[in-house]
């Protein structure tokens, strides 16, 4: 029988919160708004049961027309026994980032929502598949 991977939250912090209005953004009636989020994560050793893992997204494309632009990066430690090791690595990054996203979610609706325009809200989608490192 396989042994189970136990991952557990530790604690998180918000890293880094920057929103930035774009005055030049005209708003268009019935003129729909492209905004391409970029995304990214890693993964830093703490000991052999604990590392930090970090999820950031941006839309900092200054030649976007969109009406703000934004970058949010949190930070989680997790505790996992010998994480560094296969299967506990994989499982530590897919998890690791399950957990984590709800929390970059709400941040992203909280920071728009707080700066007096229409909220953005991410999608509720399978987050592993959104970043760089598969």
């Known amino acids: 029988m396989a042994e189970q991977i136990q991952i557990r939250l530790i604690g998180y912090t918000v890293d ?3 929103f930035v209005l774009n005055k030049s953004f005209k708003i268009q009636p019935n003129h729909k708004i492209q905004v391409k989020p970029s ?4 993964m830093t050793k703490r000991d ?5 893992l970090s999820l950031s997204i941006s839309f900092d494309d200054y030649n976007e027309d969109i009406p703000f632009y934004l970058d949010i990066q949190i930070s989680g ?3 996992v026994d010998n994480w560094e090791y296969e ?3 994989t499982v530590s990054k897919m998890n690791g980032t399950a957990i984590l996203f709800p929390y970059l979610r709400s941040l992203v609706t909280t ?3 707080n700066a007096n325009v229409p909220p953005y809200i991410l999608p509720i989608t399978n987050p592993a598949k959104l970043f760089k490192d598969k």
């Open 16 to 18: 880094k919160m920057s």
């Open 39 to 42: 995304f990214n994560r890693e």
């Open 48 to 52: 052999p049961n604990h590392f930090m």
């Open 77 to 79: 430690i997790f505790n």
């Open 87 to 89: 299967p506990a690595l």
């Open 111 to 113: 920071l728009t929502a």
